[in-house]
């Protein structure tokens, strides 16, 4: 399977971000039993679940604590 794209492809995902999108893209094209022409759909697939948990996970800056219960 083919999933290398160019660099920013998106506008927006350059470097490590473009890995982690092509190391996801790949586990969900062997998990979907790795059909031909589906590339793209699970790039974008891996992108926007990237994205979520990108937006998912809380930002701590020095000085800040997690509520705990």
């Known amino acids: ?3 290398a794209r160019s660099a920013n492809r ?3 995902a350059p470097g490590n ?3 982690e999108i ?3 893209a790949y586990e969900i094209w062997e998990r ?3 059909p031909k ?3 793209d759909e699970f790039w974008q697939q891996a992108e926007q ?3 979520n948990e990108d937006n998912s996970s809380p930002i701590l800056t020095p000085g800040t604590r997690a509520e705990r219960s």
């Open 1 to 3: 399977m083919e999933l």
């Open 10 to 12: 998106d506008g927006g």
């Open 17 to 19: 971000a473009e890995e």
């Open 22 to 24: 092509k190391k996801r």
């Open 32 to 34: 979907h039993g790795r």
């Open 37 to 39: 022409g589906k590339e």
């Open 49 to 51: 679940e990237l994205r």
